[in-house]
């Protein structure tokens, strides 16, 4: 009888020792995540982008290798939380997550070309850069290749890049996957790997509120051996170095990673990713876990200074979440209002992330469970992330020689013109261009603001205006009338001047003041005066006057002549 109770008791030693090695390998190999908090620090992640984004912006790039002074850091005021609207930081990665409610999180990099080529807003660096490949039927990855992308480090991915972490909480191999997909739109190597790290470090916020913690895991998502992460490896051992002189390492980053030519390869100066990732990081390790030191310092480090403190803000206040947020971030925000060119405003873009949340964990293995009062309860599978071979951007492998099809090319609303001069003869027979400037991508919409075949144009600089010019013989005994329909971008204005034979005739400005409540305006200015005159000279001007989204948009040019009654 003692023979067999202590047989049984083996066996159930064996069973119970067998039972909780499940349950140690089943803790080791799953993170639980109850979706209220999920809900909550991805609400607190868009809310940290948004107050930083909007914070910094009044600094952007006005001080380059220069430390912004204390004095001339803006005062957070509850109501700039809804100056974020029209901001390229936030409406540019709500692109890529409608590439992925529409189409599925399976949708191809040539499905998310097609949709970045469609943007219809301005852009810069190499994202516009990687535009206007896609948009002259270079199809992704070669939109972002070197070889035809000349801002490959450019910090373009990396700014857009929130969005990835957030609709992948302890699945950073989803952020990996996504920065292969979108990063590779308009950048390579490093301005892919800064987006990828960034990314990273979000998908850890939803666990961790150690910030070297979160900043390590963003780092093993990155190829070791990348510049980038070299840049993270200093920034963490110079932080301990100076854990209290944040100054003392900011002039360390800018010997090492700005005046060192090893460090500057195919870099676009103060736009270079990886000096302005230093920048995320100065804000996120000094500013030990305040909030609004970390948007602080991430500021006044320079360069470009709303992405920056918008990056540092929307992981630390993940590591926090929405309802533990002051006030002061959260009291006078505006969950109504769409951000610019989405379809989203603050309450529909948390929503479209926890349904694409909900298909990548199922996708990896995940499973979604109830927990003793019924609430829902993430089970995330972990796995270690896997971050991409080395590229380097002044070395880069070959290309991949892709192309769209002539169907896909159908799709693509917005055609690149590399000759302005031919879209104006098309559309605008008889008139001739001058330079225009690159800002905005200047050439043909197939349609903007309800108007079909729309020119845009950018003043060269602050003082040179871009100009359309015809020269007509303007009949005598006949009222002549020169008719325009012209736009303007929607945060921005310009002047149009009106020249005859070189002398101004007529300025307005065009913009929300002038504009109907379609974003248009009709000019008429009667030739009549010039009547019989020969080769009569017109020009028409878009001027700048404040250098500030200063794109002029023309729907219609005409001008008629009809016999005086």
């Not at 100065?282 to 948007?295: E, V």
């Not at 108007?451 to 060269?460: Q, R, Y």
Request: charged share 25%; hydrophobic share 40%.
């Amino acid at each position: 009888m003692k023979k067999h109770i202590t047989l049984l008791a083996l066996l159930i030693a064996v069973f119970v020792s067998g039972v909780g090695m499940t349950l140690a390998q089943d803790t080791e190999q799953f993170r639980r995540l109850p979706v209220k908090v999920y809900r909550d620090k991805m609400k607190g992640g868009w809310i940290g982008q948004i107050a930083g984004v909007c914070w910094g912006a009044p600094t952007e790039f006005r001080w380059q290798d220069k430390i912004i002074p204390e004095a001339d850091m803006p005062v957070w005021k509850p109501e700039m939380i809804n100056q974020a609207f029209g901001q390229d930081d936030l409406y540019v990665e709500m692109t890529f997550l409608r590439t992925l409610e529409e189409y599925g999180i399976e949708a191809s990099i040539r499905q998310a070309g097609i949709d970045f080529a469609n943007s219809e807003y301005p852009l810069w660096c190499a994202n516009n850069a990687g535009r206007k490949n896609l948009r002259a039927g270079i199809a992704p990855p070669d939109s972002g290749h070197p070889q035809f992308n000349k801002c490959p480090n450019d910090i373009d991915y990396q700014i857009e890049a929130d969005y990835s972490g957030l609709i992948a909480p302890g699945m950073p191999n989803v952020a990996i996957e996504l920065g292969n997909k979108f990063g590779q739109l308009m950048n390579y190597s490093d301005g892919i790997y800064g987006g990828q790290f960034v990314g990273g470090m979000y998908c850890e916020a939803f666990f961790e509120d150690d910030i070297i913690k979160v900043i390590n895991a963003g780092l093993a998502c990155i190829p070791a051996d990348c510049q980038y992460a070299e840049m993270v490896r200093d920034m963490l051992a110079w932080y301990k170095e100076n854990p209290d002189d944040w100054v003392a390492t900011w002039e360390k980053c800018q010997k090492k990673y700005r005046e060192d030519p090893e460090y500057q390869q195919s870099s676009n100066g103060g736009i270079d990713v990886k000096i302005n990732g230093a920048y995320i990081l100065m804000g996120l390790l000094y500013g030990k876990g305040d909030l609004d030191k970390t948007i602080v310092i991430a500021t006044r480090c320079g360069m470009d200074s709303d992405c920056n403190p918008s990056n540092a803000g929307g992981v630390l206040f993940a590591t926090l979440g929405f309802e533990k947020l002051p006030a002061r971030f959260t009291e006078k925000l505006d969950h109504k209002t769409n951000f610019s060119f989405t379809a989203y405003n603050v309450d529909t873009l948390i929503e479209v992330c926890e349904k694409l949340t909900r298909e990548f964990l199922a996708r990896e293995g995940g499973r979604v469970e109830k927990d003793a009062n019924g609430d829902e309860v993430f089970v995330i599978p972990v796995k270690a992330p896997k971050p991409n071979a080395l590229e380097l951007s002044w070395a880069p492998g070959p290309i991949a020689n892709s192309v769209f099809t002539d169907e896909e090319n159908e799709k693509i609303r917005f055609k690149a013109f590399t000759n302005l001069q031919k879209a104006v003869d098309h559309f605008f027979p008889g008139w001739t261009i001058g330079p225009s400037g690159p800002e905005m991508d200047p050439g043909m919409r197939d349609s903007f603001r309800g108007k079909k075949n729309v020119l845009v144009t950018h003043p060269v600089d602050r003082e040179v205006p871009c100009v359309l010019t015809t020269s007509v013989d303007i009949p005598a005994g006949k009222k002549t009338t020169l008719r325009l329909v012209v736009g303007h971008f929607e945060q921005g204005d310009w002047d149009l001047v009106i020249r005859v034979n070189g002398s101004p005739q007529k300025t307005v400005l065009i913009g929300k003041t002038s504009a109907d409540n379609t974003g248009w305006v009709e000019v008429t200015f009667d030739l009549t005066p010039f009547a019989g005159g020969k080769n009569v000279k017109i020009d028409l001007e878009n001027k700048a006057n404040g250098w500030s989204w200063e794109a002029g948009y023309w729907s219609e040019i005409e001008i008629k002549s009809e016999v005086n009654r």
